[in-house]
């Protein structure tokens, strides 16, 4: 079965940080770029980053430019979301998805994802 699980979320005051993990199973991970999104209350889900599998490709929506940096580890099946810096508005579930078309693009968009997993709360405290 494919899985995709995100870990790491938590409580954390403003200016703080959290690392996310998302840990991925059940097919070719080398072979699929990972993007992470985030819904918060009342709105649309939005894609936050991206990450392509053995070419460097990386995405970043305007807003976590400077303050997200993402990164991944194919050896363990791993994507990590390194936030620093967080505001209030960065409060969301966040959630990780892999998509063979977005590596063919290059992560240039955010759409198309194959495989979704649960999210995981981030909630930053003013």
């Known amino acids: 079965d494919v899985q995709l699980q995100a870990s790491g979320g938590g409580l954390v005051q403003a200016g703080g940080s959290l690392r996310l993990s998302c840990a991925a199973s059940g097919f070719t991970f080398d072979d699929y770029a990972i993007a992470w999104f985030r819904q918060a209350p009342g709105k649309e889900r939005e894609g936050v980053s991206c990450?392509?599998?053995?070419?460097?490709?990386?995405a970043y929506t305007d807003s976590v430019k400077g303050r997200f940096t993402i990164s991944r580890d194919n050896a363990k099946n791993t994507v990590y979301l390194q936030m620093t810096s967080l505001k209030p508005e960065d409060t969301a579930v966040y959630y990780c998805?892999?998509?063979?078309?977005?590596?063919?693009?290059?992560?240039?968009?955010?759409?198309?994802?194959?495989?979704w997993g649960k999210g995981t709360l981030v909630t930053v405290s003013s």
């Open positions: 998805a892999a998509s063979l078309l977005v590596q063919r693009q290059g992560c240039l968009s955010f759409y198309g994802m194959d495989y």
């Open positions: 990450i392509g599998s053995s070419d460097g490709n990386t």
